[in-house]
Each structure stands twice: as C-alpha cells, then as structure tokens.
C-alpha cells in the first residue's frame, strides 16, 4: 500500500512545483536518478511505465528506498486499471497517465491514492474532476496549447489545478510561462534527466540542475502565487 497519505503526495507536488519523470530499465541506475533528484531537492518522483518489466524495477526502487522518508515515489504512463493495481501493489504514491480511464480513477479513489491523467479539453478535464482527480495531468503540455491553454482554462474553470508535462524545460523563459499561467506544478523528463547525462554517469549533474531548478520555481511562486 501507499507509504504516504494523498493529501501528503498533493500538497508535496503542489509545494515543490515540480515532478521529474523518467525510466530506465537497469535498477542501480534508476536508484543513482532518483538519488539525484533527492539531493537536488525533490520528494515527489515519477518512475514510468516505459519498458517491459518496469514494474521490476519499480518494486526494486521501492524496496531500497522503503527507510528513506525523503522520497515519494509514483508511477507514471499508466493507461489501465490492471497496471494501475499492479503498481499500487508494490506501495505507488501517486498514479500518473497520458489518458483519463475512469476505471483508474476508481481505483484509486477507492486506495485513497492521487491519480493524475492527461487531458487535452476542457471537457476531459472536468470528467477527470468529476472523478475526483486533484490535480490535473494536461499531455503533451505544448500540443495542447501550451501556457495560453493554462490561462484560457482558469477563465471558466478557477478551481482546476493542472500539471503539464510534454514541452516543460528547466530555463526561465519556459517556467516563467507555464507558472505565470498559473500551473499547479510542471512534470520534467527528458530536459531535465538527459539521455548524455545518464550515459555518462553524471549524476552529480542531474543533483546539480535539479537543484538550481527547484530554486528558480520558488522564486517564479513567489511570483505568480496560485490562486
């Protein structure tokens, strides 16, 4: 079961502004990343369902992770209520999609554990809400619209809380769209966890970026509070 309450892993993802995503199929080095993003300031963690076996080592993250009260580890491009059992099982904070399936929704309603698809309308996101989604996941962040899609939302919909992901980078002018817009937090993968990076076990980098990056939304929240 989950380690953290949901109310814990929302407020967590709302505070820091920021979830890195990433997958990798070897364990150690998925535990060097997630170690990195820790140390670089971050609890809320997003391991996605990405390769064949994912959940392997998803459960080995967990396990070697299960003392260190830092981390709260979710996945992530979870599309359908059996893998989102399978995950849960293996303690998932927080389930994440590139899809709303409202059995997932369900299914995590009923574990108490925060579920965040992704929408592309006005319409999916308020079916995601009517199912009790928190904060919501819009993918691919730029397809759908961008910051001016955040904004446009906000207009008739005030109470929504929205995560992009797909077209968020660790620079200002990126950031200082997507939070002036009036985003909840922002899910960051591949700009952020860098395929040389990885390869060249440069961890210290990966620490290094996330933490110059979690300073730079802290003062883009001073800033642009949510409303």
């Known amino acids: 079961m989950a380690k953290y309450s949901r109310l814990t892993v929302l407020n967590n993802m709302v505070n820091a502004g920021m979830i890195p995503v990433f997958y990798h199929p070897d364990a150690d080095v998925a535990e060097q990343i997630v170690r990195a993003c820790l140390d670089g300031g971050l609890r809320c963690v997003e391991f996605t369902n990405r390769g064949d076996m994912a959940h392997i080592v998803y459960g080995e993250l967990a396990r070697r992770f299960k003392d260190d009260d830092r981390l709260i580890l979710g996945v992530g491009s979870v599309v ?88 968020v980078s660790p620079d200002e002018e990126n950031l200082r769209a997507w939070f002036a817009a009036g985003v909840a937090c922002v899910g960051m993968g591949s700009k952020l966890i860098t395929k040389e990076l990885v390869a060249a076990g440069d961890f210290d980098a990966i620490r290094r970026k996330t933490a110059e990056t979690v300073a730079l939304i802290k003062e883009l929240r001073q800033q642009y509070p949510l409303k």
């Open 80 to 167: 359908d209520a059996p893998t989102a059992a399978l995950f849960l099982q293996l303690g998932a904070n927080f389930v994440v999609g590139p899809v709303l399936n409202p059995e997932v929704a369900r299914l995590c309603n009923r574990r108490k554990v925060a579920y965040s698809p992704g929408c592309g309308t006005a319409s999916e996101i308020s079916a995601a809400e009517e199912l009790g989604v928190e904060i919501v996941k819009i993918f691919p962040g730029s397809q759908v619209g961008g910051p001016a899609f955040v904004k446009a939302i906000a207009g008739p919909m005030p109470w929504t809380r929205i995560m992009p992901t797909g077209g």
